[in-house]
Structure formats: C-alpha cells, structure tokens
T-cell receptor, first 113, second 109 residues
Framework: NAGVTQTPKFRVLKTGQSMTLLCAQD?????MYWYRQDPGMGLRLIHY???????AKGEVPDGYNVSRLKKQNFLLGLESAAPSQTSVYFC????????????FGDGTRLSIL | GQNIDQPTEMTATEGAIVQINCTYQ??????LFWYQQHAGEAPTFLSY??LDGLEEKGRFSSFLSRSKGYSYLLLKELQMKDSASYLC??????????WGAGTKLIIKP
C-alpha cells in the first residue's frame, strides 16, 4: 500500500544545475500538489493539477515547472537551481472536493550550494 | 492578505490534556483541516471542520467557530508519541489550502 511516493529522498545540487523531482500516487486521485516547507513557515503551494494533462500555478511558482502527463505522476522541475530553492519538497494528492484530505509523500530534502 | 496564526511551541505532560489554538483571516472559508507531522516525516490528516462546533475522534477533538475565525485541536490522555508538529490549514474561497506554520508539541514524562 504505497500511497504517495517521492523520489529522490535527498539531493544536493550546485547553483545553476537542473533536476526533476518525481511523485507517483496509486490511489487514483485526480488532484496532485507540490509544496515546499521551510523552517518557521507554513507549507507553500508551488503548482498543482486537477487532472491528467492540467497544471496550475500556486503561491510560489517562480523557478519551477511541472507536468502531469499521466494521472498517477506529477513531476516538478527546477531548470536552474538557486540557493533560495533549498527546502523540503512535499508532493500530495487528493480526490478533490471540499472535505477531501490531502495525502502526502515522505518529502524530498533538497540543498542547493 | 491571508493569515493563519498558531503558537510556535507548546509543552505538556504525558497523560494530560492540551489545547492547540488556530486563528485565521482568509479570503473566504470552505473548511479547516488539522494535520500531524512528526519530525522528518510527512503531514498526516487528523480532522476536518466546516460547521461550527466540536468534532470528536478518539483522543483528538477539533472545534470551529467561523464567526470568530478560530479553531482548536484538543488532545487528551497525552502519549509520548503525540510529540509532533500540528498544522492548521484553511480552504479559502479559491479552494486553495492556506497553511499555518505549525505548533511543535513537546510531551514530557
């Protein structure tokens, strides 16, 4: 019973490098989300998707891109990493609808040097 | 702007009761969630309130007052495993979740 799986769990990048964070869910959820979590701050929404082939910007989208080619996968890309993007990244999914909770992956700890 | 306030840290004793408060000012309201997050782990869902009143779920209860923009999470019979951060999140008028910074709860024997 995997739920939401994120890869990798840890990564260190140099400024200017690119990478893609992978998120997969096996609950047949329509909605998927990417958040970042920084010390002393609430989770901040980067991008989200309400279905296969759709994406939308969240609160802090700059410097990130996403794709949802398959319903079960949601990819987060950093084209040119910056130290300000050092954070813990969480992927989540939900059925959608007002009272549906989001289910989170274990997070990716990303450091940009 | 949108704002959710929670105490940064609270300490309580094993076996006791603790109340974690959350006040919010958001553009619209479509429900309030509480999540638990152990250090280094993912947030996990605890409760959802959309109507005023108390929702009880075992040792955990959550209360909402929409007119006051206020909620609390009540934890009874505290156990050491309850040491975690508790996150309050409000679903705004655009159905986006706005998250508080979380309350770190420390349980002492």
């Amino acid at each position: 019973n995997a739920g939401v799986t994120q890869t990798p769990k840890f990564r260190v990048l140099k400024t200017g490098q690119s990478m893609t964070l992978l998120c997969a869910q096996d609950m047949n959820h329509e909605y998927m989300y990417w958040y970042r979590q920084d010390p002393g701050m609430g989770l901040r929404l980067i991008h989200y998707s309400v279905g296969e082939g759709t994406t939308a910007k969240g609160e802090v989208p700059d410097g990130y891109n996403v794709s949802r080619l398959k319903k079960q996968n949601f990819l987060l890309g950093l084209e040119s990493a910056a130290p300000s993007q050092t954070s813990v990244y969480f992927c989540a999914s939900s059925r959608g609808g007002d009272n549906q909770p989001q289910h989170f992956g274990d997070g990716t700890r990303l450091s940009i040097l | 702007g949108q704002n959710i306030d929670q105490p940064t840290e609270m300490t309580a004793t094993e076996g006791a009761i603790v109340q974690i408060n959350c006040t919010y000012q958001t553009s619209g309201f479509n429900g309030l969630f509480w999540y638990q997050q152990h250090a280094g782990e993912a947030p996990t869902f605890l409760s959802y309130n959309v109507l005023d009143g108390l929702e009880e779920k075992g040792r955990f209860s959550s209360f909402l007052s929409r007119s006051k923009g206020y909620s609390y999470l009540l934890l009874k019979e505290l156990q050491m495993k309850d040491s975690a951060s508790y996150l309050c999140a409000v679903l705004d008028s655009n159905y986006q979740l706005i998250w508080g910074a979380g309350t770190k709860l420390i349980i002492k024997p």
